[in-house]
Protein backbone atom coordinates (compact mmCIF):
# COMPACT_ATOMS: atom_id res chain seq x y z
CA UNK A 1 0.00 0.00 0.00
CA UNK A 2 2.91 2.19 0.79
CA UNK A 3 4.28 1.74 -2.44
CA UNK A 4 1.06 3.10 -4.31
CA UNK A 5 0.81 5.76 -1.93
CA UNK A 6 4.07 7.19 -3.48
CA UNK A 7 3.47 6.07 -7.05
CA UNK A 8 -0.33 8.05 -7.50
CA UNK A 9 -0.20 11.64 -9.03
CA UNK A 10 -0.45 14.79 -6.48
CA UNK A 11 -3.82 15.61 -6.80
CA UNK A 12 -4.25 19.63 -7.74
CA UNK A 13 -7.97 19.52 -8.20
CA UNK A 14 -9.84 19.15 -11.09
CA UNK A 15 -9.54 19.33 -14.59
CA UNK A 16 -9.51 22.70 -16.21
CA UNK A 17 -11.73 23.03 -19.45
CA UNK A 18 -15.03 20.67 -18.50
CA UNK A 19 -17.91 22.49 -17.35
CA UNK A 20 -21.10 21.49 -15.64
CA UNK A 21 -22.59 22.95 -18.86
CA UNK A 22 -20.14 20.64 -21.11
CA UNK A 23 -21.71 17.41 -18.79
CA UNK A 24 -25.07 18.72 -19.49
CA UNK A 25 -24.90 18.74 -23.14
CA UNK A 26 -22.88 15.10 -23.20
CA UNK A 27 -25.73 13.70 -20.80
CA UNK A 28 -28.20 15.13 -22.93
CA UNK A 29 -27.08 14.04 -26.03
CA UNK A 30 -26.76 10.98 -24.74
CA UNK A 31 -29.88 9.81 -23.57
CA UNK A 32 -31.11 11.77 -26.48
CA UNK A 33 -29.17 9.21 -29.33
CA UNK A 34 -30.98 6.09 -27.21
CA UNK A 35 -34.33 7.89 -26.85
CA UNK A 36 -34.35 7.57 -23.24
CA UNK A 37 -35.74 11.26 -22.38
CA UNK A 38 -39.36 9.52 -22.52
CA UNK A 39 -37.79 7.62 -19.43
CA UNK A 40 -35.81 10.37 -17.73
CA UNK A 41 -38.67 12.36 -15.81
CA UNK A 42 -37.16 13.91 -13.08
CA UNK A 43 -38.79 11.58 -10.64
CA UNK A 44 -36.54 8.40 -12.26
CA UNK A 45 -33.87 10.23 -12.50
CA UNK A 46 -34.01 11.06 -8.83
CA UNK A 47 -34.24 7.33 -8.02
CA UNK A 48 -31.48 7.13 -10.49
CA UNK A 49 -29.69 9.29 -8.28
CA UNK A 50 -30.39 8.04 -5.05
CA UNK A 51 -29.11 4.38 -6.50
CA UNK A 52 -26.03 5.74 -7.46
CA UNK A 53 -25.32 7.49 -3.51
CA UNK A 54 -25.88 3.90 -2.33
CA UNK A 55 -23.33 2.59 -4.37
CA UNK A 56 -20.90 5.30 -3.44
CA UNK A 57 -21.84 4.53 0.25
CA UNK A 58 -21.64 0.82 -0.18
CA UNK A 59 -17.56 1.51 -0.89
CA UNK A 60 -16.93 3.22 2.20
CA UNK A 61 -19.00 0.91 4.27
CA UNK A 62 -17.17 -1.09 6.89
CA UNK A 63 -14.24 0.87 6.21
CA UNK A 64 -14.21 3.28 9.41
CA UNK A 65 -12.87 6.44 9.40
CA UNK A 66 -11.44 7.42 6.24
CA UNK A 67 -8.69 10.03 5.71
CA UNK A 68 -8.45 13.22 3.41
CA UNK A 69 -7.25 11.71 0.21
CA UNK A 70 -8.22 7.90 0.33
CA UNK A 71 -4.62 6.96 1.60
CA UNK A 72 -6.00 3.66 2.57
CA UNK A 73 -7.57 2.77 -0.58
CA UNK A 74 -5.93 0.71 -3.26
CA UNK A 75 -5.66 2.12 -6.72
CA UNK A 76 -8.64 -0.23 -7.87
CA UNK A 77 -10.50 1.32 -5.10
CA UNK A 78 -9.70 4.80 -5.86
CA UNK A 79 -10.57 4.11 -9.34
CA UNK A 80 -14.14 2.46 -8.48
CA UNK A 81 -14.73 5.46 -5.95
CA UNK A 82 -14.09 7.90 -9.35
CA UNK A 83 -16.46 5.66 -11.13
CA UNK A 84 -18.90 6.35 -8.15
CA UNK A 85 -18.54 9.67 -7.86
CA UNK A 86 -19.02 10.24 -11.56
CA UNK A 87 -22.56 8.60 -11.58
CA UNK A 88 -23.70 10.80 -8.94
CA UNK A 89 -22.68 13.73 -10.63
CA UNK A 90 -23.82 12.98 -13.45
CA UNK A 91 -27.20 11.86 -12.95
CA UNK A 92 -27.36 15.33 -10.41
CA UNK A 93 -26.59 17.25 -13.35
CA UNK A 94 -29.36 15.31 -15.23
CA UNK A 95 -31.87 15.72 -13.01
CA UNK A 96 -31.26 19.53 -13.09
CA UNK A 97 -31.38 20.00 -16.81
CA UNK A 98 -34.74 17.60 -16.24
CA UNK A 99 -36.12 20.27 -13.78
CA UNK A 100 -34.64 23.16 -16.09
CA UNK A 101 -32.63 24.62 -12.90
CA UNK A 102 -29.47 26.38 -13.77
CA UNK A 103 -26.98 23.96 -11.50
CA UNK A 104 -24.25 25.90 -11.66
CA UNK A 105 -25.85 29.54 -10.69
CA UNK A 106 -27.87 27.44 -7.98
CA UNK A 107 -24.72 26.36 -6.56
CA UNK A 108 -22.95 29.63 -6.59
CA UNK A 109 -26.09 31.12 -5.04
CA UNK A 110 -25.87 28.63 -1.99
CA UNK A 111 -22.33 28.99 -1.66
CA UNK A 112 -23.07 32.67 -1.27
CA UNK A 113 -25.75 31.51 1.17
CA UNK A 114 -23.76 29.42 3.21
CA UNK A 115 -20.97 32.09 3.82
CA UNK A 116 -24.01 34.25 5.13
CA UNK A 117 -25.15 31.66 7.59
CA UNK A 118 -21.76 30.39 8.63
CA UNK A 119 -19.45 34.05 9.21
CA UNK A 120 -16.13 32.74 9.04
CA UNK A 121 -15.56 34.76 12.08
CA UNK A 122 -18.37 32.32 14.04
CA UNK A 123 -18.31 29.09 12.67
CA UNK A 124 -14.43 28.40 12.17
CA UNK A 125 -13.60 25.58 13.61
CA UNK A 126 -16.98 24.83 14.83
CA UNK A 127 -19.47 21.94 13.31
CA UNK A 128 -22.28 23.82 14.68
CA UNK A 129 -25.89 23.65 12.78
CA UNK A 130 -26.62 27.79 11.40
CA UNK A 131 -28.88 28.46 14.01
CA UNK A 132 -26.37 28.23 16.49
CA UNK A 133 -24.83 31.83 14.53
CA UNK A 134 -27.63 33.71 13.87
CA UNK A 135 -28.26 37.08 16.38
CA UNK A 136 -31.22 35.90 18.54
CA UNK A 137 -33.58 38.50 20.72
CA UNK A 138 -34.77 37.27 24.07
CA UNK A 139 -38.13 37.92 25.97
CA UNK A 140 -39.05 37.53 29.33
CA UNK A 141 -41.00 34.14 28.11
CA UNK A 142 -38.23 32.32 27.46
CA UNK A 143 -38.42 31.93 23.19
CA UNK A 144 -36.67 33.56 21.00
CA UNK A 145 -34.86 32.90 17.49
CA UNK A 146 -34.98 33.78 14.02
CA UNK A 147 -39.41 33.50 13.97
CA UNK A 148 -38.61 30.72 10.88
CA UNK A 149 -40.42 28.37 12.83
CA UNK A 150 -36.80 25.95 12.38
CA UNK A 151 -35.91 26.06 16.01
CA UNK A 152 -36.75 27.91 19.06
CA UNK A 153 -34.28 28.54 22.24
CA UNK A 154 -35.53 28.41 25.48
CA UNK A 155 -33.81 30.44 28.08
CA UNK A 156 -34.49 28.73 32.23
CA UNK A 157 -35.35 31.14 34.54
CA UNK A 158 -32.08 29.60 36.99
CA UNK A 159 -29.42 31.07 35.79
CA UNK A 160 -30.10 32.25 32.31
CA UNK A 161 -29.28 29.22 30.82
CA UNK A 162 -29.98 28.62 27.15
CA UNK A 163 -30.35 25.31 25.14
CA UNK A 164 -31.66 24.79 21.83
CA UNK A 165 -34.41 22.71 21.40
CA UNK A 166 -35.08 21.42 17.84
CA UNK A 167 -38.74 21.90 16.52
CA UNK A 168 -38.22 20.33 12.83
CA UNK A 169 -36.77 16.90 12.18
CA UNK A 170 -34.96 18.27 9.76
CA UNK A 171 -32.63 20.08 12.04
CA UNK A 172 -31.55 15.90 12.74
CA UNK A 173 -29.49 17.09 9.79
CA UNK A 174 -28.89 15.28 6.30
CA UNK A 175 -28.20 11.86 7.54
CA UNK A 176 -32.20 11.49 8.00
CA UNK A 177 -32.76 13.04 4.42
CA UNK A 178 -30.49 10.52 3.07
CA UNK A 179 -31.56 8.16 5.18
CA UNK A 180 -35.45 8.34 4.08
CA UNK A 181 -34.50 8.52 0.70
CA UNK A 182 -32.98 5.21 1.08
CA UNK A 183 -35.92 4.07 2.47
CA UNK A 184 -37.93 5.04 -0.20
CA UNK A 185 -35.40 4.04 -3.16
CA UNK A 186 -35.63 0.30 -1.37
CA UNK A 187 -39.45 0.37 -0.86
CA UNK A 188 -40.15 1.56 -4.57
CA UNK A 189 -37.47 -0.61 -5.99
CA UNK A 190 -38.82 -3.80 -4.30
CA UNK A 191 -42.22 -3.10 -4.97
CA UNK A 192 -41.33 -3.04 -8.92
CA UNK A 193 -40.80 -6.91 -7.97
CA UNK A 194 -36.57 -6.46 -8.90
Not at 31 to 53: I, K, S, Y
Not at 120 to 126: T, W
Not at 161 to 177: A, D, F, I, R, Y
Request: aromatic residues 8%; charged residues 30%.
Amino acid sequence: MENAAKSRVIYKGFTQGVSLEDLREEARKFAEERDWNQFHTPRNVLLALVGEVGELAEIFQWKGEVSPGVPEFSEKERTHLGEELSDVLIYLVRLADRCQIDLASAARRKMEQNALKYPADKAKGRSDKYTAYEEKTASKEGTFGTGKGKSETVASTKGNQVSNKSTSWMSSGPVLVVFAAIVVYIVIYLAVGH
